[in-house]
Nanobody, 125 residues
Framework: QLQLVESGGGLVQPGGSLRLSCVAS????????VSWFRQAPGKDREGVSC????????MYLASVKGRLTISRDNAKNTVYLQMNNLKPEDTAVYYC??????????????????WGQGTQVTVSS
C-alpha cells in the first residue's frame, strides 16, 4: 500500500516562494507517476503538475507554467513542487497523488489511486 505525506505548506506573501514535498512509503517500486492537485474553498480539485515515474517528463496547468516546477528524487522517494512568484489565487490545500503507471495520464482525480492528506498554502499580504 503506497502512502503519501505532504509537507512544506504555509503562509507566504504575494511574490514569495514555497517548496512542497511529497514523501512516499510502503512501495518497493518507483513505477508510479505523481501529480500535485490543489483545492480552494468552494472550488473543484484541479491538477497543477505531473511527473513521470523516471522524472524525465512533466506536465503543467497553463496558469502555473513558469512559476511552478515539479521534480522527484527516486532515491529519497520524494516528489517536490517548487512554487515561485506565488499569487493569492494559488491559495489552496495542495495534495500529491500517485498513479500506478509510468507516464502522466492527465489530471482527472479518478485516475489516481493514492492520495496524501494535503498541506495548506496561503498567499496573502
Amino acid at each position: 500500500q503506497l502512502q503519501l505525506v505532504e509537507s512544506g505548506g504555509g503562509l507566504v506573501q504575494p511574490g514569495g516562494s514555497l517548496r512542497l514535498s511529497c514523501v512516499a512509503s510502503g512501495f518497493t517500486s518507483v513505477n508510479y507517476a505523481v501529480s500535485w492537485f490543489r483545492q480552494a474553498p468552494g472550488k473543484d480539485r484541479e491538477g497543477v503538475s505531473c511527473i513521470t515515474s523516471s522524472g524525465s517528463g512533466t506536465m503543467y496547468l497553463a496558469s502555473v507554467k513558469g512559476r511552478l516546477t515539479i521534480s522527484r528524487d527516486n532515491a529519497k522517494n520524494t516528489v517536490y513542487l517548487q512554487m515561485n512568484n506565488l499569487k493569492p489565487e494559488d491559495t489552496a490545500v495542495y495534495y500529491c497523488a500517485a498513479d500506478l503507471g509510468l507516464y502522466c495520464s492527465g489530471f482527472a482525480p479518478s485516475e489516481y489511486e493514492y492520495w496524501g492528506q494535503g498541506t495548506q498554502v496561503t498567499v496573502s499580504s
